[in-house]
């Protein structure tokens, strides 16, 4: 069982940048994938980015490739999202997402695992 906890979230204005954190529980975090989803108003949750659990590779929805970047550190059981050039359309909360597995796919159903989610908000 992994319990996971985001933080990092706030205001920003267009252009600005944020990094989010997600601390996990549990002595097995490094034998779990990780990823990002985010979810606007009205609107599904939608894959975001996601590494696999050694951290060697990473992949990123469209929307999102070549301004955020995701990590780990196994050290400290904690994931990171930085986010760089944001816009106004990346307003929403974002979830932190974890499963037992070495790599994980883009669906939210293929995560076992959900943090209580971190509001960011993106002003034009």
């Known amino acids: 069982q992994v319990q996971l906890v985001e933080s990092g979230g706030g205001l920003v204005q267009a252009g600005g940048s944020l990094r989010l954190s997600c601390a996990a529980s549990?002595?097995?975090?490094?034998?779990?994938?990780m990823g990002w989803f985010r979810q606007a108003p009205g609107k599904e949750r939608e894959f975001v980015a996601a590494i696999r659990w050694s951290g060697g590779s990473t992949y990123y929805a469209d929307s999102v490739k070549g301004r955020f970047t995701i990590s780990r550190d196994n050290a400290k059981n904690t994931v990171y999202l930085q986010m760089n050039s944001l816009k106004p359309e990346d307003t929403a909360v974002y979830y932190c997402?974890?499963?037992?597995?070495?790599?994980?796919?883009?669906?939210?159903?293929?995560?076992?695992?959900w943090g209580q989610g971190t509001q960011v908000t993106v002003s034009s």
């Open positions: 549990g002595r097995t975090f490094s034998t779990y994938a």
């Open positions: 997402a974890g499963v037992s597995t070495v790599v994980a796919g883009k669906g939210p159903g293929e995560f076992d695992y």
